[in-house]
């Protein structure tokens, strides 16, 4: 039986370790759970492993905001202390207060 936590929570904000991008959590898979095209499409020598967390993102980079899918082993804390500038943020979250987003919907 595989048993899975995440490190990082709902509204946590988040920075890829490679890619100059971050964005903040706003849903969580225990395991891989995109598609075979998507895993593919990632270099064999730096694609993640299944068997871990990855994350949904509200993310932003100089240019764009988008929704990025991202392992665990690829974030880290994000730690300026900045709001993400996403333009959906306030469909799920609250206002940025003490380095996170409060949740501002009913989860199932």
Do not use: C
């Not at 980079?61 to 959906?88: I, K, M, R, W």
């Not at 943020?89 to 940025?96: A, N, P, S």
């Amino acid at each position: 039986m595989l048993k899975t936590q995440a490190k990082y929570h709902l509204g946590q904000v988040l920075r890829h370790r490679k890619h100059p991008f971050r964005g903040v959590v706003f849903d969580v898979d225990a395991m891989f759970s995109n598609t075979e095209e998507w895993y593919a499409a990632i270099p064999e020598d730096s694609r993640p492993s299944r068997d871990q967390p990855f994350y949904h993102l509200l993310a932003e980079n100089d240019q764009s905001y988008y929704v990025a899918y991202v392992s665990e082993q690829n974030l880290v804390p994000d730690d300026t202390g900045e709001p993400v500038d996403h333009p959906d943020l306030g469909d799920l979250f609250g206002d940025f207060e003490d380095g996170i987003y409060p949740l501002q919907f009913q989860l199932n």
